[in-house]
């Protein structure tokens, strides 16, 4: 399993690139939950300071038809430089990726719909390549589908998940009403004993899992996976470090972070299929 | 002007038949798998087909959900499920995974609707499930009136938006708090509404609210149903599976009005009380959210503001001489001033003269829960219709 870094900073990116394969960056206005961003006329310099990296380019936005030409121009501008591939949510992108002739390398990344083999298979019909794992499955499922896929896999094994995504400012609209002037940083919500991390800005609110992906006991299990995703975002950059240099070395984190739970890998929602009576 | 198609929900059978009784033109439900509302009845196969027959009869149709995100021991049981519903006749399914696409255009004839759950919110997704298939699009509902026309413009799919009901806090599709917080899979039919709960709110380690919320006010689109068939919408979706027969036959009758007013007469004036009766039947407030207005805190509503309605008071099951044959749905007395429509017939005003007994014996309230009783308003008034509290 390759390492990517999916950094909160430029820093965190250069500091700890010696343990890592490359980088995950997103695109102003065209990824959401992605701390580190530029504009797509900017990727080529960014890839000239890490030459001997795979640099993903993470495009996870719903996208409206406003954004459809800004689209359009960063995936033509993908297209020319050299970047390892595109982890994308909306079908637009598969859409223009086709239409252009493109030939970008696509991961899909609807991180909530990723969780069976099947459906990428259609996906892989349309030039898509790869997929990257949703965390809403059972160890022995993703364990499952890695070994079915044909075609590049990722899993997120470190870092805060999102698990709610809206475009509605949901602190905002909540303060403006009650009309308390309080800033939208360092907000959670609290829940029996867990505590959830909202962030709400101009692109939305997102809700995050209450612990911090530990996936570092299971990757020597899960090895077969072509690249493993470690997440920045809100940790602090000495933490990172020792937590992206366990990994690398396949050692556990216990100690090294608060927060951190592997139970998402062993988490199984209840569900069954009924049987018919016809 | 098209017309469009007024798409009601159907939680279970009873609730299909009501929908169509009062005016739907379709129904959408689940059957027992592979639906996104695992919590409602749902209908049986065997349901499903008896009310495809019905459907058939009275020129309607009958789509059925398979909206489910697909995990592996779901996928590989699929197609069995697809050719079941294709012996029924169904008029479509639909579905949110690519996976229920392909294998119902590959192995079986039946049409397919791409689910609101995938969250389309601009016209090249679309144009490419149009180009694997697609037969409509259920568009999301954070869509202003400028992003639908300009879908409609550039798409030659079929495309359903939602009139009625309830909304979602996140991205269809984008929420997992269930799966979190109460072990059921939002995207499996589980989804427990964490997005109605409150929470207690930290900045810091400073606790800002008890109360935090997000609580979204329903969506009520009948003041802008005549801009949505200028746009030849194909279909006009109510949202509520979990909703009872009362919110089926009042949303669904005053939507069939509305559209049929439009369609018509381009004059048409919406009727205030419809609107306000819109407003009430489902215990929340509602507003037309991100069709006419970008995001604000007039979609939310604090507080806890449902309130209980107790509008519905009976349902018109027969008669007996001139008296009219009533279950009772909530408390109403003797004097009392009610509104009663039916599947043919406009609201119109009563008063309760007298209540009698199912043996005949006078009495002055009708109290307890589906207690049957005759009752003399001096009217004839059709089966199946409607007793209600005035607006």
């Known amino acids: 399993m390759k390492l990517l870094l999916q950094g909160d900073n430029y820093q965190q990116m250069v500091d700890n690139q010696v343990f890592l394969d490359g980088f995950i960056i997103g695109i102003d206005n065209l990824s959401i939950n992605v701390s580190f961003m530029c504009a797509a006329d900017e990727i080529k310099s960014f890839l000239k300071k890490f030459p001997d990296k795979e640099v993903f380019v993470i495009l996870n936005k719903n996208y409206q038809n406003d954004d459809l030409m800004y689209l359009e121009k960063t995936l033509l501008q993908l297209s020319e430089v050299r970047v390892a591939g595109v982890l994308f949510y909306d079908l637009a992108v598969v859409y223009l990726n086709k239409t252009l002739n493109l030939n970008l390398n696509l991961i899909w990344h609807a991180e909530h719909f990723t969780t069976n083999h099947f459906t990428y298979s259609v996906y892989n019909n349309y030039q898509v390549v790869g997929m990257v794992l949703s965390l809403d499955m059972h160890f022995s499922e993703i364990k499952q589908i890695s070994e079915k896929i044909k075609g590049i896999t990722m899993l997120p094994i470190f870092g805060h998940y999102p698990i709610f995504n809206s475009i509605r400012r949901l602190g905002k609209n909540y303060f403006s009403f009650f009309e308390l002037e309080k800033s939208l940083n360092d907000l959670f919500l609290q829940v029996d004993d867990f505590k959830l991390p909202i962030i709400d800005n101009k692109k939305g609110t997102a809700i995050y899992h209450p612990y911090l992906v530990d996936g570092s006991k299971i990757i020597k299990q899960l090895d077969e996976i072509d690249y493993g995703i470690i997440n920045g975002y809100q940790v602090e950059d000495k933490k990172l470090m020792k937590v992206i240099k366990k990994i690398f070395n396949r050692q556990s984190l216990s100690g090294v972070i608060n927060d951190l739970s592997e139970n998402i890998f062993y988490q199984q929602t209840t569900y069954r299929i009924k049987g018919d009576d016809l | 002007m098209k017309k469009p198609e007024l798409l009601a929900p159907a939680g279970d059978f009873e609730k299909a038949q009501w929908a169509f009784l009062y005016g739907a033109d379709a129904i959408y439900l689940a059957g027992p798998s592979f639906g996104l509302r695992a919590n409602a009845p749902n209908l049986s196969l065997l349901e499903i087909k008896k009310i495809v027959q019905i459907a058939k009869q009275n020129n309607k149709k009958v789509y059925v959900t398979v909206n489910i995100v697909l995990h592996n021991q779901e996928a ?9 519903l294709e012996k029924l006749q169904i008029d479509a399914i639909i579905v949110s995974d690519l996976y229920a696409l392909q294998l119902a255009k590959k192995h079986t004839k039946l049409k397919v609707f791409i689910s609101t759950q995938t969250s389309i919110m601009n016209y090249q997704a679309i144009l490419f499930l149009e180009q694997i298939g697609a037969d409509r699009i259920i568009l999301a509902r954070e869509l202003a009136k400028d992003d639908i026309k300009l879908i409609k413009e550039k798409t030659n799919v079929e495309l359903e938006t939602f009139i009625h009901g309830a909304m979602c806090a996140s991205v269809s599709g984008r929420c997992v708090l269930s799966n979190y917080l109460s072990n059921r899979d939002a995207n499996r039919g589980g989804c427990s509404q964490v997005c109605r709960w409150n929470f207690t709110l930290y900045q810091d380690n400073r606790k800002i609210s008890d109360n935090f919320a997000f609580f979204i006010k329903d969506l009520i689109m009948a003041s802008h149903i005549k801009e949505l068939m200028n746009m030849a919408i194909d279909s006009f979706k109510i949202e509520g599976r979990m909703r009872s027969i009362y919110y089926i036959a009042v949303v669904v009758s005053i939507y069939r009005q509305i559209i049929d007013g439009y369609y018509l007469n381009d004059n048409y004036q919406l009727n205030k009380n419809d609107y306000l ?28 503001e449902e309130v209980s309605n107790q509008d519905f008071l009976g349902i018109v099951i027969g008669r007996k001489d001139n008296l009219i044959y009533v279950e009772q749905r909530n408390r109403f007395h003797v004097n009392d001033q009610v509104s009663i ?33 005759y009752l003399d308003i001096n009217a004839v008034v059709e089966k199946n219709s409607i007793i209600h509290k005035l607006i």
């Open chain 2, 76 to 84: 590989e049981k699929l197609l069995a499920y697809l050719k079941k």
């Open chain 2, 277 to 304: 009766r819109l407003q009430k039947v489902a215990n929340r407030h509602a507003c037309s959210q991100f069709f006419a207005d970008n995001d604000n805190a007039n979609y939310h509503y604090y507080n806890n």
């Open chain 2, 341 to 373: 429509f039916g599947p043919n017939t406009k609201e119109k005003e009563y008063t309760i003269y007298k209540i009698y007994d199912e043996k005949g014996g006078l009495i002055s309230a009708a109290a307890h829960p589906k207690q049957r009783v």
